[in-house]
Nanobody, 115 residues
Framework: VQLVESGGNLVQPGGSLRLSCAGSGFTFSKYDMSWYRQAPGKERELVAAISRAGGSTNYADSVKGRFTISRDNGKKTVYLQMNSLKPEDTAVYYC?????????WGQGTQVTVSS
């Protein structure tokens, strides 16, 4: 299983970014996918999750209405569209793929929101 995140960058408050996570080495459509983030000195937290077929999503309260998770099973990719970014969104963002006890992580991509 390999998960490769991309799209992280430095952005000003109020700006937008789209993160991507490309999966390989497993049957992507059979895994629930999530985005987590970890800010310096804080624990890793769930940001958003999406079911295998994409019909069900859930979000942390802190990002509801600003972030959107989606997936393209044909491209084996999950996305996180982030709008109205705030300095408190600054963190390393990780992609997660889970199926039963099989839990896999990407290497992370840095998002920095600062003026």
């Amino acid at each position: 299983v390999q998960l490769v995140e991309s799209g992280g960058n430095l952005v000003q408050p109020g700006g937008s970014l789209r993160l991507s996570c490309a999966g390989s080495g497993f049957t992507f459509s059979k895994y629930d996918m999530s985005w987590y983030r970890q800010a310096p000195g804080k624990e890793r937290e769930l940001v958003a999750a999406i079911s295998r077929a994409g019909g069900s999503t859930n979000y942390a309260d802190s990002v509801k209405g600003r972030f959107t998770i989606s997936r393209d099973n044909g491209k084996k990719t999950v996305y996180l569209q982030m709008n109205s970014l705030k300095p408190e969104d600054t963190a390393v963002y990780y992609c997660n793929a889970v199926r039963g006890d099989n839990d896999n992580w990407g290497q992370g991509t840095q998002v920095t929101v600062s003026s």
